[in-house]
């Protein structure tokens, strides 16, 4: 064991960003956002090529990236500045002993590429590619849009995107893993993997994004949020339920709390993690179907 968790320590590479980053809001604090962005692309991300062309594959342009910073980004950035500074100085101290516990649970090695840095804020997909290199990319004004600032929020978040990470290479690799979560049944069962990982790492029963108190809350608006997601997910239009700015019957992120379901209902299942992480697609959409189907009739009890 301890041979194994050596051999995940030496794969870790880090891109960390965050002194050039700062060396430019030292600079820009307080300027027009339109400046602030000029500066941003010309006189920090472009020092980091690869990180650039993550965002604006993601954002789908350059131009909508400039829309996107200019308007919700930026103009607030000052507030965000020591949050964003917390949830840097969190991750350097918490990454190699997540890390470690990693390797004790999941079954083989892996070896990512972490970019810490700031842009766009809250992104969807976590895990990406760097080069061809599996990648987490933590975008630290995402965190303190959601004030994931704390050592439990930091610890779990890098638990889960392993978990996940996990999950995406036991499919066959990044690119194929997302073209997999398009699938709205799909997303849902690795929303579920994933929080079942992050609690096997951390030995933890909820995962980052929830509370005891906030579960409580939940259990009595399941069977109305599964319903929804059924009938969504028929038009594959989930993406509200995985946003921290939108609300299903209230609750903002309620994907996770289907996924909190999800994830007691798999560790409940009597195959191990590994064959959890590569089970066919046809038996994650009919598990998916018939656990919100499950949960769905609760509504007519």
Do not use: C
Not at 30 to 45: C, H, S, T, V
Not at 90 to 109: D, F, K, R
Not at 253 to 264: P, V
Not at 275 to 287: I, K, M, S, T
């Amino acid at each position: 064991m301890l041979d194994r968790i050596l051999s995940w320590m030496r794969k870790v590479k880090l891109i960390d960003s965050m002194r050039d980053f700062l060396t430019y809001w030292r600079t820009y604090s307080g300027r027009d956002p339109k400046e602030m962005f000029q500066g941003w692309l010309m006189d920090y991300i472009s020092n980091y090529p690869e990180l650039l062309i993550a965002e604006v594959n993601y954002r789908r342009g350059l131009t909508q990236l400039r829309n996107i910073m200019i308007k919700e980004v930026l103009p607030k950035l000052d507030l965000m500045i020591h949050d964003i500074i917390e949830a840097w100085m969190l991750i350097l101290q918490n990454l190699e002993a997540v890390y470690s516990l990693a390797a004790e649970v999941l079954p083989s090695h892996l070896d990512p590429i972490f970019a810490i840095y700031v842009a766009s804020g809250w992104r969807r997909d976590w895990i990406a590619s760097i080069l061809g290199k599996p990648a987490v990319f933590i975008d630290l004004g995402g965190l303190a849009e959601v004030n994931w600032v704390s050592e439990d929020k930091i610890r779990g978040m890098l638990a889960f995107n392993l978990g996940t990470l996990y999950h995406a290479l036991r499919r066959g690799g990044v690119e194929k893993f997302r073209k997999l979560e398009a699938d709205p049944f799909f997303r849902l069962y690795s929303e579920g993997f994933a929080q079942l990982t992050e609690h096997l790492i951390l030995n933890l029963e909820f995962s980052h994004v929830l509370t005891e108190g906030s579960v409580k809350e939940f259990e009595q608006k399941i069977p109305e949020i599964a319903v929804e997601y059924l009938t969504r997910a028929e038009k594959g239009d989930v993406e509200d339920f995985y946003s921290p700015k939108n609300e299903i019957h209230g609750v903002k992120f309620a994907a996770a709390y289907l996924g909190h379901l999800f994830s007691k209902t798999l560790g409940e299942e009597e195959i191990d993690l590994e064959e959890l992480a590569g089970l066919p697609e046809p038996d994650v959409e009919r598990f998916s179907k018939n656990l919100l189907r499950e949960l769905a009739e609760k509504t007519r009890k």
